[in-house]
């Protein structure tokens, strides 16, 4: 009796180029009207994107923004913090929440100094290679601090990625995960890496948000997936869609 085989899943399609150029110039463009202007998108300091990122896990952004200017002022450098006591990080680090961040930066702090005299490093495997830095903040650190060309995913930019490229699955399975990841590899451009990951941030924290996105006045709209099954606008899509370049 021949072997059964079981049949491969096919994996989703990658977006067209026309469709990636077209995604990312009105992204860029929208990012340039609204973008916000937030203190750690001025620096290209390793550290200081290190310390934004682990503060904005789960926490609003206006939460981070004082804390941020707080903690770098106390804790300059990675060589700064990785000697204070684990009790003073968390007492700097209060009102913040999820506790666990400080000690993961402090953990990261040692660790860069013990074994990268002190620095960040670049490549994405050795940063991998760090307690509590994942895939999204090799990206991240990748993208931001060193203008690598690095993919990112978060909540918020899979959920942006979904409904544009996607619409319609489970998007929280493992399998729509990864191909999130393809999607938004494919989609970082070799230059202006930084605006477009920033950009892609902000879209998601804005306009593509988890509840109520802003799909009167998105400039996905016209080519977004979700956006024609979404019963809510879908009598007001015509009238929408005259006013979407
Ligand atoms: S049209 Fe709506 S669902 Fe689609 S990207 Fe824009 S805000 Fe998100």
């Given at each position: 009796?021949?072997?059964?085989?079981?049949?491969?899943?096919?994996?989703l399609?990658?977006?067209?180029?026309?469709?990636?150029?077209?995604?990312?110039?009105r992204?860029?463009?929208?990012?340039?009207?609204?973008?916000r202007?937030?203190?750690w998108?001025?620096?290209?300091?390793?550290?200081?994107i290190?310390?934004?990122?682990?503060?904005?896990?789960?926490?609003?952004?206006?939460?981070?923004?004082?804390?941020?200017?707080?903690?770098?002022?106390k804790?300059p450098?990675?060589?700064?913090?990785?000697?204070?006591?684990?009790?003073?990080?968390?007492?700097?680090w209060?009102?913040?929440?999820y506790?666990?961040r400080?000690r993961?930066?402090?953990?990261?702090?040692?660790?860069a100094?013990?074994?990268?005299?002190?620095?960040?490093?670049?490549?994405?495997?050795?940063l991998?290679?760090?307690?509590?830095?994942?895939?999204?903040?090799?990206?991240?650190?990748?993208?931001?601090?060193?203008?690598?060309?690095?993919?990112?995913?978060?909540?918020?930019v899979?959920r942006?990625l979904?409904?544009?490229?996607?619409g319609k699955?489970?998007?929280?399975?493992?399998?729509?995960?990864?191909?999130?990841w393809?999607?938004s590899e494919?989609?970082?451009p070799?230059?202006?890496?930084?605006d477009?990951?920033?950009?892609?941030?902000d879209?998601?924290?804005?306009?593509?948000?988890a509840?109520?996105?802003?799909?009167?006045?998105?400039p996905?709209?016209?080519s977004?997936r979700?956006?024609?099954?979404n019963?809510e606008y879908e009598?007001?899509?015509?009238?929408v869609?005259?006013?979407?370049?």
């Amino acid at each position: 009796m021949p072997a059964k085989h079981t049949p491969k899943k096919k994996l989703l399609p990658l977006p067209a180029p026309p469709d990636r150029r077209r995604f990312r110039q009105r992204l860029l463009t929208w990012y340039r009207r609204h973008g916000r202007d937030l203190p750690w998108r001025k620096t290209n300091d390793p550290y200081h994107i290190l310390v934004s990122e682990i503060m904005l896990q789960q926490t609003q952004v206006d939460r981070v923004l004082p804390k941020y200017a707080e903690w770098l002022e106390k804790y300059p450098s990675l060589e700064a913090l990785a000697p204070a006591p684990e009790k003073e990080g968390a007492q700097t680090w209060y009102p913040l929440g999820y506790n666990i961040r400080p000690r993961r930066l402090q953990t990261i702090a040692r660790e860069a100094v013990s074994r990268y005299g002190g620095r960040v490093p670049s490549e994405e495997e050795t940063l991998l290679s760090f307690k509590g830095i994942g895939a999204y903040m090799a990206g991240a650190i990748r993208s931001f601090a060193f203008h690598e060309r690095a993919a990112i995913l978060d909540t918020n930019v899979a959920r942006v990625l979904f409904r544009v490229f996607v619409g319609k699955g489970d998007r929280k399975s493992h399998a729509m995960t990864r191909h999130l990841w393809r999607v938004s590899e494919t989609l970082v451009p070799s230059r202006q890496v930084f605006d477009f990951n920033q950009a892609l941030m902000d879209f998601g924290a804005m306009v593509c948000v988890a509840r109520d996105p802003k799909c009167l006045v998105c400039p996905m709209a016209k080519s977004c997936r979700a956006f024609p099954f979404n019963p809510e606008y879908e009598t007001r899509r015509t009238k929408v869609l005259r006013h979407v370049k």
